[in-house]
């Protein structure tokens, strides 16, 4: 992967489920979708799957086929297998950038978010990179695990450092 997705953007979500994907995650987005959709947008999928997530996770064209190819490897019928196939796989959306950057929030996309029915004119959204993925929020559940996450005094680079790859 060239570019990582980096950074954290609010972004406004209007009353048709309409988010303008951050400019930054567009380059990345971009790069790894060299065929683009059928409006010659770049694609991405995001993954609403998983019980415990609070979160959307989005990934590049490129890191979705990625993922897949790693679930493949899994050994087949394995309940681990199955498992990352329901909530990875099944689980997601693939959905095309439009010619303004935005995205339209699929109805699924938009219930893990916690955005049901009608969206109000404040609501927005958190795009928070993770390197090869990003999550996506909603801007309320991502400041409350921010301030949770902050609790911990860990240095975050002794963590690094412990998983650190050698050679």
């Given amino acids: 992967m060239a570019e990582a997705f980096r950074g954290e953007f609010y972004q406004k979500v209007d009353g048709k489920a309409r988010v303008s994907i951050?400019?930054?995650?567009?380059?990345?987005?971009?790069?790894d979708d060299p065929q683009k959709g059928e409006k010659g947008?770049?694609?991405?999928?995001?993954?609403?799957?998983?019980k415990a997530r609070n979160f959307v996770e989005g990934y590049s064209k490129r890191g979705a086929d990625q993922l897949a190819a790693d679930i493949e490897a899994m050994e087949m019928g394995s309940p681990e297998r199955v498992r990352a196939e329901r909530d990875l796989i099944s689980r997601s959306v693939m959905v095309e950038i439009d010619a303004d950057g935005r995205i339209v929030l699929p109805p699924r996309v938009r219930e893990k978010m916690g955005f049901a029915g009608d969206l109000p004119g404040e609501a927005e959204a958190a795009f928070a990179g993770f390197t090869n993925r990003f999550r996506l929020y909603r801007r309320e559940v991502y400041e409350?695990?921010?301030?949770?996450?902050?609790?911990?005094d860990t240095d975050p680079l002794t963590l690094?450092?412990?998983?650190?790859?050698?050679g």
């Fill in 22 to 31: 951050p400019a930054a995650f567009r380059v990345v987005l971009n790069a």
């Fill in 41 to 50: 947008g770049a694609r991405l999928v995001l993954v609403y799957g998983g």
């Fill in 144 to 152: 409350a695990e921010l301030d949770a996450e902050d609790e911990d």
């Fill in 160 to 166: 690094v450092g412990r998983h650190k790859r050698t």
